[in-house]
T-cell receptor, first 115, second 115 residues
Framework: ETGVTQSPTHLIKTRGQQVTLRCSSQ?????VSWYQQALGQGPQFIFQ???????GRGNFPPRFSGLQFPNYSSELNVNALELDDSALYLC??????????????FGPGTRLTVL | AQKVTQAQTEISVVEKEDVTLDCVYE???????LFWYKQPPSGELVFLIR??????QNEISGRYSWNFQKSTSSFNFTITASQVVDSAVYFC????????????FGQGTELSVKP
């Protein structure tokens, strides 16, 4: 069983640029959730994708967008990067979107630095 | 609004000491789940335990134990005979039943276990 993987591991961008982060869900999982974790803080929910559709969104502006592909892998896109977007971005996969009983398995994260 | 508070930002203990990490949550919902996650320096969140709001039975797993008290909205985590490998950031989190994907995290407690 393959776990959740994320790429790239680290990324450095400048303010105003755009970035795409990638996540491969655990085998058999159809749901992917994305979280932003600023330094010294707990993760904050960005959005969730279930069967290729957005299924819930946190308090993030529209310049944070995502996609989920037929193989359930996912992308997080951030446009017009700001300094405050510097964070660890975590992806979590689970089986089924609505059941909170389903454990979310987290990837190792992508560390984004915006200069 | 829902909220999770971990008042202890950092805790430092010497190996073999017992340590308790506090978690207090706020929600008006009656059906919810509570979680504890461990985040080692590698960044990946590791699931430790899930508890639903109808099950106040305390749980023990090896050196780990959890005390859930709805009356005080607390879900505390105790490590008995701590070890250096327990050093990590620990997060308490909440999911509402009708928001299956959205984990609400506390700010985390950084535990340092010294030999």
């Amino acid at each position: 069983e393959t776990g959740v993987t994320q790429s790239p591991t680290h990324l450095i961008k400048t303010r105003g640029q755009q970035v795409t982060l990638r996540c491969s869900s655990q085998s058999g999982h159809n749901t992917v959730s994305w979280y932003q974790q600023a330094l010294g803080q707990g993760p904050q929910f960005i959005f969730q994708y279930y069967r290729e559709e957005e299924n819930g969104r946190g308090n993030f502006p529209p310049r944070f967008s995502g996609l989920q592909f037929p193989n359930y892998s996912s992308e997080l896109n951030v446009n017009a990067l700001e300094l405050d977007d510097s964070a660890l971005y975590l992806c979590a996969s689970s089986l089924g979107a609505r059941s909170p009983n389903n454990e979310q398995f987290f990837g190792p994260g992508t560390r984004l630095t915006v200069l | 609004a829902q909220k999770v508070t971990q008042a202890q930002t950092e805790i430092s203990v010497v190996e073999k000491e017992d340590v308790t990490l506090d978690c207090v949550y706020e929600t008006r919902d009656t059906t919810y789940y509570l979680f504890w996650y461990k985040q080692p320096p590698s960044g990946e969140l590791v699931f430790l335990i899930r508890r639903n709001s109808f099950d106040e039975q305390n749980e023990i797993s090896g050196r780990y134990s959890w005390n859930f008290q709805k009356s005080t909205s607390s879900f505390n985590f105790t490590i008995t005979a701590s070890q250096v490998v327990d050093s990590a950031v620990y997060f308490c989190a909440l999911i509402l039943y009708n928001q299956g994907g959205k984990l609400i995290f506390g700010q985390g407690t950084e535990l340092s276990v010294k030999p």
